[in-house]
């Protein structure tokens, strides 16, 4: 099946508008667009450029509160295609405590949508995620993968997850009202180099390849995890989420139609925790923190639908994309007490 992405559909000089692009995910797509030989990107963030993961070289970056009405407007003029990624979110610690931030990134969306109609873009994409899904069906760490249906009767993951789901319901109607093609992706844990890896945002991936190199760096062999790591999830590397963010945007029977972005290996915290000492070459003593926060019991990708639309399905496995990310935290790590300048 030969799918459609942006170098099939728009011209090389085509403006291309990613908000959020100071952060992880965007940070990546820009990156992939610019090597796509894209020559008019616009990335924005609100985070000053200092602050931004990646910064690609080439690309007009604007640091600017995309809840603002008029900074939509001015960060979409001109735009054939609007990705917006900007939310403030982090891993489960983050997400459990601070809801109403969680809640008002609601007005990012509000407005880049809005305002990418009026600038007459093509098409908008937005990042949905795996908490907009009913946490009902998520409470055994066994859990039957997760179908886009399931969504609904919704019962949200609160804050975050609601917020996913009132702006997928925006993207709806902006095509069944005004006609502009909207992409909805629920990713599902995205993880892999240029990602939060330390400071409170960070997501289980990264936080225990930290744990255990900070337990190898001070000799101090234990590792806190938190819950049972019982719990299990999947997790998508970088790399696959960039290319499937391209291939549903440009899929014309997706248009305005949730699909799950994410892998469907299943995988325990606990097991992360093996492959990340394994990976470390080190065996640490564990302590469960079962007070800390945890998030649903077990959450996987069902990409039946995904694999029926584009063909396709993140692949890369588990254990090789946390080996990179390992790899890349220790550098990170080492840099960091080096006195250099590193991500988060
Ligand atoms: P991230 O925190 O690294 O990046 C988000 C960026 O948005 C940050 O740099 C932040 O400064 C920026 N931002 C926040 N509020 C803004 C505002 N008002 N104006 C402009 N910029 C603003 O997160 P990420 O992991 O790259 O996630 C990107 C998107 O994907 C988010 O919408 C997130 O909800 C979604 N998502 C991510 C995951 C994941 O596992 N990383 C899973 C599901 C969904």
Request: contains cysteine; hydrophobic residues 40%.
């Amino acid at each position: 099946m030969a799918n459609k992405k942006a170098i099939d559909c728009i011209k090389k000089d085509d403006l291309i508008v990613i908000g959020g692009a100071g952060g992880f995910i965007a940070g990546a797509l820009t990156r992939y667009f610019k090597d796509q030989g894209f020559t008019r990107i616009r990335a924005i963030d609100k985070k000053p450029l200092p602050e931004w993961y990646q910064v690609v070289e080439g690309v007009e970056n604007l640091c600017m509160d995309l809840s603002h009405e008029e900074n939509s407007i001015i960060a979409c003029r001109g735009a054939k295609e609007v990705y917006n990624l900007a939310a403030d979110m982090g891993g489960m610690g983050f997400i459990e405590k601070f809801r109403i931030e969680c809640l008002r990134s609601v007005l990012i969306n509000t407005h880049m949508i809005e305002a990418a109609n009026r600038a007459g873009a093509e098409r908008y994409f937005f990042s949905s995620s795996a908490c907009a899904y009913n946490v009902e069906l998520q409470k055994d760490p066994n859990v039957r993968a997760l179908k886009e249906s399931d969504a609904y009767p919704a019962m949200s993951e609160r804050g975050y997850g609601w917020e996913k789901l009132i702006s997928e319901m925006f993207c709806e109607e902006y095509w069944a009202e005004r006609g502009m093609k909207t992409a909805i992706a629920r990713f599902h844990n995205v993880y892999g180099p240029y990602g939060t890896w330390d400071g409170g945002r960070e997501k289980a991936p990264a936080a225990i390849c930290r744990k255990v190199i900070e337990a190898k760096d001070s000799g101090d062999l234990k590792i806190d995890i938190w819950g049972t790591g019982e719990q299990t999830r999947s997790f998508m590397y970088i790399d696959d989420c960039v290319l499937g963010i391209d291939m549903i945007m440009h899929c014309d029977d997706l248009i305005a139609t949730p699909i799950n972005l994410g892998s469907s290996e299943l995988v325990a915290i606990n097991k992360l925790a093996d492959y990340a000492e394994e990976i470390g070459g080190v065996k640490l003593e564990r302590e469960h923190d079962l007070d800390a926060p945890q998030g649903v019991a077990g959450r996987n990708s069902d990409n039946t639908f995904i694999k029926e639309v584009l063909g396709w399905e993140p692949d890369l496995s588990f254990r090789e994309g946390l080996e990179r990310t390992y790899k890349w935290i220790e550098q990170q790590y080492n840099d960091r007490k080096a006195g250099k300048r590193t991500v988060s």
